[in-house]
């Protein structure tokens, strides 16, 4: 018989208790706290996510029809529906988001040195993005969108080469993306590819002052003069490189200094994209390049909100909406981790499914996986789940 962990604990102890407490004593988590802990709660959330429960009342059904075995998850005894909810709604959902910082940074140190992106640079690669999640106003009165419904929005830098974030904030879903470009650091010599909502000439100056580089597309009615025009290259789909200078009162002050203008035919879509650059020394083709990678943040916000419970909520409160998010992102990111500790083969996808149901398997991980035969799911033919591959 084996005598081995459950492969839930067998993931949990990727995560380390200290670095936990320090972050719930930082916030004052268990002030009074006797039985239900912080690090009990978070157990218990993380089980629910990894095990794809539909609400605190299923992962509590499924708690308590295991409960002879809960005391070696470290969860200890069965809970009440009512204490975990309890816990989401008043312990600072601040405790999981430092945490899941923790581990992004170990993430990150781990997935360092990445470099499956086709580009002729070592550059570091990063895409800005943000994701509306919908919820219902009668419920999330705090989370204003519009008059008929509530909604908030996932903000996210995401490192192109490890599809490992740098930068989360959520929000109410009525703050426009582009101000969150205030709030970010932008490193040296790196590379940030945005969408055209997120055209703002001031705040693409500032990544210019601070010595990055964006690729950004351009919107359809902008103005501007060309001061220069280099060779195009219509074989390769280049139809314009140029370097020109923004038009109008407003656009010319806040950017006021020459930019790069590309226009690029996407053959495979059959669509002409515009791209503007304040990187003048790279090919036109290696900046077309590096735009199409900015998919790899859509497929970040697709697989998370295709394989983890950010979608719909099991609390009402903003602190139990975020304690929910911020849970589900560590969760994503321990499976990333334990993807590259253990150094297997399968998508995050694959992983997922075949971690939801050997939860209270006793087989180490690494031989589970290599046991483990691809199967041929509808979900494994599309490019959104292959995030790792």
């Not at 490992?164 to 590819?193: C, G, R």
């Not at 002050?253 to 002409?272: A, G, S």
Request: hydrophobic letters at 40%; aromatic letters at 12%; charged letters at 25%.
């Amino acid at each position: 018989m084996n005598q081995g962990a459950y492969l839930f604990s067998q993931l949990i102890s990727i995560v380390s208790p200290t670095s936990f407490k320090t972050c719930v004593k930082r916030y004052n988590g268990d002030y009074k706290t006797k039985h239900f802990t912080c690090w009990r709660q978070y157990l218990c959330m993380v089980f629910g996510q990894l095990t794809h429960r539909e609400s605190l009342s299923d992962t509590i059904l499924c708690l308590k029809a295991n409960e002879n075995k809960l005391y070696h998850l470290g969860i200890g005894e069965a809970i009440a529906k009512s204490t975990l909810s309890t816990a989401n709604e008043n312990r600072d959902w601040r405790i999981f988001a430092d945490f899941a910082w923790v581990l992004i940074k170990e993430a990150q140190s781990l997935y360092a040195g990445e470099k499956d992106l086709e580009l002729s640079i070592d550059n570091p690669v990063f895409a800005i993005d943000a994701s509306t999640i919908d919820m219902c106003l009668s419920l999330f009165q705090w989370a204003n969108f519009r008059t008929t419904k509530a909604g908030i929005k996932l903000h996210v830098q995401l490192d192109l080469r490890s599809a490992i974030p740098e930068f989360i904030q959520i929000t109410p879903a009525a703050i426009h993306e582009v101000n969150i470009l205030d709030t970010i650091s932008y490193q040296i010599d790196s590379f940030y590819i945005l969408d055209r909502g997120y055209i703002d000439y001031e705040r693409l100056y500032r990544i210019q002052t601070s010595k990055a580089f964006f690729v950004i597309r351009a919107k359809e009615n902008m103005h501007f003069k060309c001061v220069k025009s280099n060779k195009k290259n219509t074989t390769l789909g280049i139809l314009a490189d140029q370097l020109i200078k923004v038009q109008g009162h407003y656009a010319s002050k806040n950017y006021p200094i020459k930019i790069r203008r590309i226009k690029f035919y996407d053959v495979e879509h059959k669509r002409v994209l515009v791209f503007l650059t304040n990187n003048l020394e790279l090919q036109a083709t290696e900046i077309a390049k590096l735009y199409k990678h900015r998919w790899k943040i859509e497929l970040f916000f697709k697989w998370i909100k295709q394989n983890l419970k950010i979608k719909t909520f099991w609390g009402t409160s903003e602190n139990a909406v975020k304690v929910q998010i911020w849970i589900a992102i560590s969760v994503y990111i321990i499976v990333a981790i334990a993807k590259k500790r253990f150094n297997l083969k399968q998508s995050l996808y694959e992983m997922l499914q075949v971690i939801s149901i050997s939860v209270f398997d006793k087989v180490p991980i690494n031989e589970l996986f290599s046991n483990t035969i691809q199967q041929n799911f509808k979900e494994l033919n599309r490019n959104q789940l292959n995030i790792f591959e």
